[in-house]
């Protein structure tokens, strides 16, 4: 049985498939307990042990695990949408084909976590640390990256529809093959990343830094550029169709000869300068983007 006073509790190590939706288990140490397919939603577990917990396919929606922690706890599966994970400790943690809409997740310590395939479309991860993360095929559509530590993460085909990522930290981020329609990159940090086969389209990585970036083959159509720092960036059948260069800073010639677009809607240059030379950067008509 499990008492109403969870700082003493006796906690089974088997409570797998138990109903404790509701139940205040508020500091209590779950440490290596099986929790697989339990129902916890809408139960209290804010500052809870649950490190090396087994909460594969749990039933957790709308609980509370802030300041929780999960250090490689397996939450693969399990249902967390609408949950308040804020400062939670989720160190190594595998929440896999996790159901994560709507969850909070703010200012939680994320590093090295498996995210592969997870559900986290308007999710708040607004200054969190998800360093070497693997969020590969992940959806996070909509969801909230603001000023989020994301360097060596891996976003490749993964969905950021509409994500905001402004002032985020993206070094050495694999983000191949992502969708990254209309995301907001404003101010981010993307020195070394790879957005090969990106697909970019309508995004705005204005002042974002863009040293040695992988864009070959990115669509970068209809992109404001304007301000961001393109220094080594390779460009190599880029399509820049419509695109705002203006203001853009480390970018040489020779770079922006082997981008692509459609004639009818070139590149906007503004007043840039090939950082090289001094001299104006120039458009050649004939770098038709084929259909």
Not at 149 to 167: K, V, W, Y
Not at 200 to 212: E, I, K, T, V, Y
Request: with cysteine; proline share 2%.
């Amino acid at each position: 049985m499990i008492s109403a006073h969870p700082q003493h509790l006796t906690i089974s190590p088997d409570l797998s498939g138990t109903d404790l939706s509701g139940t205040d288990l508020s500091g209590t140490d779950l440490s290596g307990t099986d929790l697989s397919g339990t129902d916890l939603s809408g139960a209290n577990l804010s500052g809870a042990n649950l490190s090396g917990a087994n909460l594969t396919d749990a039933h957790l929606a709308g609980a509370n695990f802030s300041r929780a922690m999960l250090f490689r706890a397996d939450l693969s599966g399990a249902q967390l949408y609408d949950t308040d994970l804020s400062r939670a400790m989720l160190f190594s943690v595998d929440l896999s084909d996790a159901h994560l809409a709507g969850a909070k997740l703010s200012d939680a310590y994320l590093a090295g976590a498996n995210f592969s395939r997870a559900m986290l479309s308007d999710t708040d991860l607004s200054g969190t640390d998800l360093s070497g993360t693997n969020l590969s095929g992940a959806n996070l559509s909509g969801a909230n990256l603001t000023d989020a530590h994301l360097a060596g993460a891996n976003f490749s085909r993964a969905m950021l529809f509409r994500a905001d990522l402004s002032g985020a930290q993206l070094y050495d981020t694999d983000l191949s093959r992502a969708m990254l329609f209309s995301v907001d990159l404003s101010d981010a940090h993307l020195a070394g990343a790879k957005l090969s086969d990106a697909y970019l389209a309508g995004a705005n990585f204005s002042r974002a830094m863009l040293s040695d970036t992988d864009l070959s083959g990115t669509d970068l159509s209809g992109t404001n550029l304007s301000g961001a720092n393109l220094s080594g960036a390779d460009l190599s059948g880029a399509d820049l169709s419509g695109a705002n260069l203006s203001g853009v800073k480390g970018l040489r010639q020779k770079q922006l000869v082997r981008a692509e677009a459609n004639r009818s809607n070139p590149p906007d240059l503004g007043d840039a300068l090939d950082c090289e030379t001094g001299k104006p950067l120039k458009w050649d008509p004939d770098q038709i983007r084929e259909h």
